[in-house]
């Protein structure tokens, strides 16, 4: 993995810092006063760190900040007017950038940029001659746009301010959550920080309240981020509606989830990490882009090597699988092939016994007195007779005698396959109404049994519940009668209407 350095600029040179998982360190140092410097780091990075890529932060004097809100139109035309309003804030193509913050229904639109980039590129050309990657370019001023809602500091009015060293302090002013001002003042040196403080806020504040930026009777806040360079000063008294907090760079760091540091300056180039690229074009970054466009093309291909790998030894296991299948089916085959062969028959059937055996099969298929017709003729008739339902049916073959009922079924005789056999049948039916008068239950039965007899049936021992004379009197239901009283019908398919069937 590429290593990752970040060139810190300001008003006195160029410093490089080294990167990684704790927080920056300070690697050399480049005088701006040096007309060979750029030359010089670049030269640096080609020997020392040859696949580096370089972040650049911009801690510079000349940076503009304008706040306007844009008119009430539509998303592409609104694009255009911010557009238009860069152009004429910034002619300069380079180094200038545009923000939209939406509050309130309204569109706020940041433009910040360098009057002059010239300072900036002379830096940056040597490093894009030698072919060196540039990721980010961002400055101070627009890294502290979200530290306050960050750190969770939700206040109408808000001064920043922070040292950023060589006797820099830089000042951002906030209203309502958006950043209207940056201002970086120079003193001589560090020495002087702490007795310049007051006076610089002071004069910071006295230049809001000219431009209207505060009123008499607004709040703000004064948050000082203090580090070795930068303490708690004691007279920062600027008033009743000013109140002054002092946050440590460490308390900061921790609550921003960053490696621990006392260094402001190390602090600020861990926001960059994280925060937007907001001056860097595809012109500054083109390196970075062809590295990262070769890095992608590079992981497609071991990914796609890595597929094909995975493909072959899936393909390579399911045909060794397969043909271990087809091995183990081809032993089985054998074996089966192997144990058939080995069957012989006991002994040989003579060719009359065969035919003796297929025409005692066709004489009982065609003499043995199945129930089919008898069922179909029986069924027939009572699914026209809905004053009865069937309760059992039992039937057998031919006895030449019918069973009385209650007697046990004897032994069959042999029977004669030359004389066609009939079919019994014994049916116990209970009437559909058991209320109805035993009467009209008789006079149905007896009409059940013209039907059968008309369907070519013999009727054989109808049994009703109860014998009754002709000429006895029923008047309504008989005490004997009961709701599982039951008529008693044997019928019989004569053997000459089942052997023509047969036939």
Known sequence: MAAERFLYLNSHGASLWSAGPAAPAPEIRFAGDDPQAPGQLAGYLVRHAPDAVIRVVLDLPGEILHVDTAPKVGLRDRQRWGLRRLATLLPQPQLRTLRWRHQRGMHRALLAGFADPQAVLDWLEPLLAASIPIASVQSLALLADHLPGRLGLRLPRLLLVSHTGDGCLRYAWFRDGILHLGRLVQLENDDAIEAGLVRETRVVLDYLASIQQTGLNDRTTVLVLTAPGLQPATGMQFGDRIDVVHAGIGECARRLKLPATTDSRAFWLMLARQGRNDYGRFALRRYWQYRQLRQGLTMTAVIACGMAAGIGAMSTWYIRQLDAE???????????????????????????????????????????????????????????????????????????????????????????????????????????????????????????????????????????????????????RHPLLDAQARFMLTVRLPPATHAKTAR
């Open 326 to 476: 087809r091995q183990q089916l081809a032993e089985q085959a054998l074996q089966v092939q192997q144990t058939a062969a080995a069957i012989r028959l006991p002994a040989r059937i003579p060719a009359a016994d065969v035919r003796a055996l297929v025409e005692n099969s066709r004489a009982i298929r065609q003499h043995m007195p199945l129930p089919d017709e008898l069922m179909q003729r029986l069924l027939a008739v009572l699914a026209d007779t809905p004053a009865f339902r069937l309760v059992s049916l039992d039937w057998q073959p031919d006895h030449h005698q019918p069973l009385s009922k209650g007697q046990p079924v004897p032994a069959l005789p042999e029977l004669d396959l030359r004389q066609p056999l009939g079919n019994w049948a014994r049916l116990a039916l209970q009437p559909a109404r058991p209320a109805a008068p035993y009467r009209d239950q008789l006079a149905g039965f007896a009409s059940l049994q013209a039907r059968l007899q008309s369907a070519g049936l013999q009727v054989h021992q109808p049994s009703p519940p109860i014998n009754v004379a002709p000429t006895a009197v029923l008047d309504g």
